[in-house]
């Protein structure tokens, strides 16, 4: 978690320098290695290196047999982890937030709003929303991950919940050219349970039209809306 200048196993940079491509030094087809320990998401994180296709994705994982773990330590609306950068994979990587409260908008652990960017073996909790997506990004993919505790009790009426596991959203335009004819974003294999909100939650935000180009298959959520005396959760 403490940067180093040059990015080898013995000084490796911080994470912040690698999220903005490492001054030029990360390009389309490498991974960037994250090793044990935890990295404090003090304020809003943007990722901006880019990829530039299926075989030349960045690939940001934890290096294997160890937990990396990103954590945020207040509460706020603040998305913590944003990803802007596009043809990018996040894999085996812990999010969470340390703070307690939960009187008020945590925002997103993750938040999506780059195309052709691929989520995988996430574990994220005690966060806010745990995975945001922009209405207009295509080419999504979240798989395999894992999503507990995340959300708030809502204003000032503490029987309601929110923030939910996978904020799913997706309108019909532009099209998916990272995968012509496919779904616009894929969510499979994923396991919600025990938020404030709901384990899914899909729509557009275009009045009149229905959610377009998601997939949704062999998640299993549950027990979402258990922690608040709510129906309206689930």
Same mark, same amino acid.
């Given at each position: 978690?403490?940067?180093?200048?040059?990015?080898?196993?013995?000084?490796?940079?911080?994470?912040?320098?690698?999220?903005?491509?490492?001054?030029?030094?990360?390009?389309?087809?490498?991974?960037?290695?994250?090793?044990?320990?935890?990295?404090?998401?003090?304020?809003?994180?943007?990722?901006?290196?880019?990829?530039?296709?299926?075989?030349?994705?960045?690939?940001?994982?934890?290096?294997?047999?160890?937990?990396?773990?990103?954590?945020?330590?207040?509460?706020?609306?603040?998305?913590?982890?944003?990803?802007?950068?596009?043809?990018?994979?996040?894999?085996?990587?812990?999010?969470?937030?340390?703070?307690?409260?939960?009187?008020?908008?945590?925002?997103?652990?993750?938040?999506?709003?780059?195309?052709?960017?691929?989520?995988?073996?996430?574990?994220?909790?005690?966060? @806010?929303? =745990?995975?945001?997506?922009?209405?207009? !990004?295509? #080419?999504?993919?979240?798989? &395999?991950?894992?999503?507990?505790? /995340?959300?708030?009790?809502?204003?000032?009426?503490?029987?309601?919940?929110?923030?939910?596991?996978?904020?799913?959203?997706?309108?019909?335009?532009?099209?998916?050219?990272?995968?012509?004819?496919?779904?616009?974003i894929v969510v499979k294999d994923n396991v919600a349970f025990?938020?404030? @909100?709901? =384990?899914?939650?899909?729509?557009?935000? !275009?009045? #009149?039209?229905?959610?377009? &180009?998601?997939?949704?298959?062999? /998640?299993?959520?549950?027990?979402?809306?258990?922690?608040?005396?709510?129906?309206?959760?689930?």
């Amino acid at each position: 978690p403490v940067g180093g200048p040059d990015g080898t196993i013995d000084h490796p940079w911080s994470y912040e320098h690698a999220f903005t491509g490492a001054g030029g030094a990360i390009h389309p087809g490498d991974t960037v290695w994250f090793r044990a320990g935890t990295y404090t998401l003090d304020q809003h994180r943007p990722i901006t290196v880019n990829g530039t296709g299926e075989t030349s994705r960045v690939v940001f994982r934890a290096y294997p047999g160890e937990r990396a773990t990103f954590a945020a330590t207040s509460a706020a609306d603040v998305d913590r982890i944003d990803v802007e950068a596009s043809w990018l994979t996040l894999w085996d990587l812990e999010i969470t937030n340390t703070s307690l409260a939960r009187d008020r908008n945590r925002g997103a652990s993750i938040y999506n709003n780059g195309n052709c960017n691929r989520f995988l073996s996430l574990v994220v909790h005690d966060g @806010g929303h =745990g995975f945001y997506n922009e209405p207009a !990004r295509y #080419g999504v993919e979240l798989i &395999g991950s894992i999503f507990y505790n /995340n959300g708030w009790r809502k204003g000032a009426d503490t029987g309601r919940g929110d923030g939910h596991a996978m904020y799913i959203k997706s309108n019909p335009s532009p099209s998916n050219t990272c995968r012509p004819g496919q779904a616009r974003i894929v969510v499979k294999d994923n396991v919600a349970f025990n938020g404030f @909100g709901f =384990g899914i939650h899909a729509y557009t935000d !275009r009045a #009149g039209e229905s959610v377009s &180009g998601a997939l949704l298959e062999g /998640n299993v959520p549950f027990n979402n809306g258990s922690v608040v005396d709510v129906s309206d959760s689930h």
